[in-house]
């Protein structure tokens, strides 16, 4: 069946940085939008970033959530259906878990509902 399974959270200390991935299997990758989003503590799960699909109309179009806009970079590698995003510049308030997730129609959309496959999630925590 259809698994995101994200890896490469962990505890750095404010300013630092960590790369996160996210492998997909059982998708057409190139044909899925993929987003990040992320739950910190006591708070709802939020939307993060999303890549649109690779091809067709709005390809590789990308959305950041304004809070890491200019620190947090998505990238994905087709060949090996890998989403990975990429956090600089990390601050406490980035402490949270992280959730990948895919979306079949291949726009991508800031809203969770949107999305027909889900994550484990990986921990991330940022010390002050």
């Known amino acids: 069946q259809v698994q995101l399974v994200e890896s490469g959270g962990g505890l750095v200390q404010a300013g630092g940085s960590l790369r996160l991935s996210c492998e997909v299997s059982?998708?057409?990758?190139?044909?899925?939008?993929m987003g990040w989003f992320r739950r910190a503590p006591g708070k709802q799960r939020e939307f993060v970033v999303v890549?649109?699909?690779?091809?067709?109309?709005?390809?590789?179009?990308?959305d950041y959530a304004d809070s890491v806009k200019g620190r947090f970079t998505v990238s994905r590698d087709n060949a090996n259906n890998t989403l990975y995003l990429q956090m600089n510049s990390l601050k406490p308030e980035d402490t949270a878990v992280y959730y990948c997730?895919?979306?079949?129609?291949?726009?991508?959309?800031?809203?969770?509902?949107?999305?027909?496959?889900w994550g484990q999630g990986t921990q991330v925590t940022i010390s002050s």
């Open positions: 890549e649109k699909r690779s091809g067709g109309r709005g390809a590789g179009m990308l």
């Open positions: 997730a895919a979306d079949l129609d291949g726009y991508g959309t800031r809203f969770q509902s949107d999305y027909d496959y």
């Open positions: 059982k998708l057409t990758f190139s044909l899925v939008a």
